[in-house]
């Protein structure tokens, strides 16, 4: 059984040390896994641990009564580019894409915040595909997810790690582009407005990164479409320059997410929480350019009635396209709980 303990000086927030001090333990399937660079092109296994932080770790300020699900995504994350480096000899020049990602909550009591020192638990299993001479081209992981040791949730992604200069995407970014059209023009549209920071979870203005919806007859669909404000987006430092981190669609789903969620179903923010969140990227987002996102209902009852979890809660499940131009560059499957 192979430990690893880091301790990183803060830099970034995409960086490790946004998950602070925490401890991964790799568990092999076999003697040979021991040894540094022995281990076989198959599932490994891994435990994370870590202490979930009080405060948001990219919104300070956030109001929310529950731990944000980003912590224990991002967690997958850099444990998976910690596991592909040291365990599955994916060379350093090959530039991680994050080609999707996800998490539900399962256990909502788990996760209201209820003072400091509450520990996060990660069961991973890490699958390599696309294995050519012993390399694999990309990474699979499913977690499950424990709080104070009560299992509560789980968290998947998948990382590709393309051969340097080789590639759909354009040249400088290295990301692929999808051609799919939309409405003609594609431009962002009008907002009513800007929300109140606590319509999304916030105390601070400058956290608000979209505004008030406008119905989408324009757009063909029946649903809302949300601009992004992208300068306060292009704020958070990323990986890329020029480039919105994956991770900050995440945020951007959970203030979509409770807008639409009042919008549509009457929930009250406070209340409300992203239960569900799962996206697929399917083209670079660039921070220079405009970007919306299409919100629909998903799964809409037959007598109008919301829908309610196994508790009796009400929950919305909601469809999302953000889209630059005629390009959708990411698609996300979310579920908002009223915790009432």
Same mark, same amino acid.
């Given at each position: 059984?192979? +430990? ?30 021991? /040894? ?8 490994? @296994? ?5 202490? /979930? ?23 997958? &994350?850099? +444990? ?5 480096? &040291?365990?599955?000899?994916?060379? +350093?020049?090959? &530039? ?81 582009? @999808? ?23 916030? /105390? ?5 990164? #979209? ?52 919008? /549509? ?7 409300? #929480? ?18 919306? =996102? ?24 909601? &469809? ?11 698609? #996300? ?6 915790? =009432?």
């Amino acid at each position: 059984m192979d +430990t690893y303990t880091p301790t990183y000086t803060p830099t970034s927030p995409t960086s490790p040390s946004f998950l602070g001090p925490h401890h991964l333990v790799h568990r092999p399937g076999s003697p040979e896994a021991f /040894l540094f660079k022995a281990t076989a092109p198959v599932r490994q @296994n891994f435990a994370f641990s870590a202490q /979930l932080p009080e405060e948001h770790p990219l919104f300070g300020d956030s109001v929310s009564r529950y731990h944000d699900l980003l912590f224990p995504i991002e967690s997958l &994350r850099r +444990t998976m580019l910690f596991a592909a480096r &040291r365990y599955f000899r994916v060379p +350093t020049g090959r &530039r991680p894409v994050l080609a999707s990602a996800g998490a539900t909550i399962t256990g909502p009591d788990a996760w209201r915040r209820d003072g400091a020192g509450t520990r996060i638990a990660l069961d991973l299993g890490m699958t390599p595909f696309d294995v050519v001479g012993g390399v694999p081209r990309g990474l699979e992981c499913e977690a499950a997810v424990s709080i104070d040791g009560e299992r509560c949730g789980t968290a998947s992604a998948r990382l590709v790690f393309p051969l340097q200069g080789v590639g759909p995407g354009g040249p400088a970014l290295g990301r692929p582009e @999808n051609s799919e059209p939309t409405a003609a023009g594609g431009g962002v549209p009008a907002s009513p407005g800007t929300p109140l920071p606590e319509q999304v979870g916030h /105390l601070d203005s400058r956290h608000v990164l #979209v505004g008030l919806p406008a119905y989408a007859g324009a757009e063909g669909g029946d649903g809302l479409v949300f601009p992004v404000h992208a300068p306060a987006a292009a704020e958070v430092p990323a990986e890329v320059p020029g480039v919105l981190e994956p991770m900050l669609f995440l945020e951007m789903s959970r203030q979509v997410g409770l807008l639409a969620a009042a919008e /549509l179903r009457g929930f009250v923010p406070s209340y409300a #929480v992203l239960s569900r969140w799962q996206a697929s990227f399917e083209g670079v987002a660039e921070s220079a350019l405009p970007l919306r =996102c299409t919100v629909r209902e998903e799964a809409r009852r037959a007598d109008g009635r919301v829908s309610r979890d196994a508790e009796g809660r009400p929950v919305i499940d909601l &469809r999302m396209s953000f889209l630059q131009g005629s390009r959708v560059v990411a698609r #996300v499957s979310a579920a908002v709980l009223q915790d =009432c």
